[in-house]
């Protein structure tokens, strides 16, 4: 896969998903209630992405475009592949 060499960086979400990082505006964990409603309006609204592949949802992405993106990969292993992808 190439990738194009603009300055997009794509931040691997797991199971072969990637996040555009200028569009990620929070990582957060999925235990508090408000996250869990937060994943259920997205839901409803069509506005939930769910990159776990059917394993538990460790960490949940906000982007931009108020979507959220479920991911089975911890949030503190996000936030350093995010900060990882700052650096560069």
């Known amino acids: 896969m190439q990738q194009k060499s603009s300055s997009q960086k794509l931040i ?10 200028s569009r ?11 996250m869990r409603r ?4 997205a839901r409803q609204e069509g506005r939930l992405v769910d990159a ?10 906000i982007t931009d475009s108020n979507h959220v ?8 292993t996000v936030g350093q592949r995010y900060t990882q992808e700052d650096a560069d």
């Open 12 to 21: 691997n979400v797991g199971f072969g998903n990637f996040v555009v990082a």
């Open 24 to 34: 990620v505006v929070a990582i957060v964990n999925p235990s508090s209630s408000p």
């Open 38 to 41: 937060l994943r259920e309006d």
């Open 52 to 61: 776990t592949q059917g394993r538990k949802t460790r960490s949940i992405i």
């Open 69 to 76: 993106i479920l991911s089975a990969i911890q949030a503190e």
